[in-house]
C-alpha cells in the first residue's frame, strides 16, 4: 500500500527542480550530488542559456525517471 502511495505522487510530478553544479564545460560536465554527475548526452540546453562556465550552480529540470535533464539557467 505505501508503495502504490509512492508511486501515485511519483506519477503527478513528472518532472523535479534541482540544482546542480558544473564541473567541466567542454565536455559538459553537471555534478548533481556526490553520486550522480550529468554527462553532455544527459543534458538538454535550450537556445536562450548563455555559456556556463566550472563553479557555476545551475537551475536543473528532471524527467521523471532521471534520464534526461534541462538547463533552465545559471543561479546568480
Same mark, same amino acid.
Do not use: F
Given at each position: 500500500?505505501?508503495?502504490?502511495?509512492?508511486?501515485?505522487?511519483?506519477?503527478?510530478?513528472?518532472?523535479?527542480?534541482?540544482?546542480?553544479?558544473?564541473?567541466?564545460?567542454?565536455?559538459?560536465?553537471?555534478?548533481?550530488?556526490?553520486k550522480?554527475? #550529468?554527462?553532455?548526452? !544527459?543534458i538538454?540546453t535550450?537556445?536562450? =542559456?548563455g555559456? &556556463? %562556465?566550472?563553479?557555476?550552480?545551475?537551475i #536543473?529540470?528532471?524527467? !521523471?525517471?532521471?534520464?534526461?535533464?534541462? =538547463?533552465l539557467? &545559471? %543561479?546568480?
Amino acid at each position: 500500500m505505501k508503495q502504490a502511495a509512492i508511486e501515485a505522487v511519483e506519477a503527478a510530478n513528472p518532472v523535479r527542480i534541482q540544482r546542480g553544479s558544473v564541473v567541466e564545460t567542454s565536455p559538459l560536465k553537471i555534478k548533481v550530488s556526490q553520486k550522480i554527475s #550529468l554527462t553532455k548526452e !544527459q543534458i538538454v540546453t535550450c537556445r536562450g =542559456i548563455g555559456p &556556463v %562556465e566550472s563553479g557555476d550552480t545551475v537551475i #536543473l529540470l528532471q524527467q !521523471q525517471g532521471g534520464q534526461e535533464y534541462i =538547463i533552465l539557467g &545559471v %543561479e546568480e
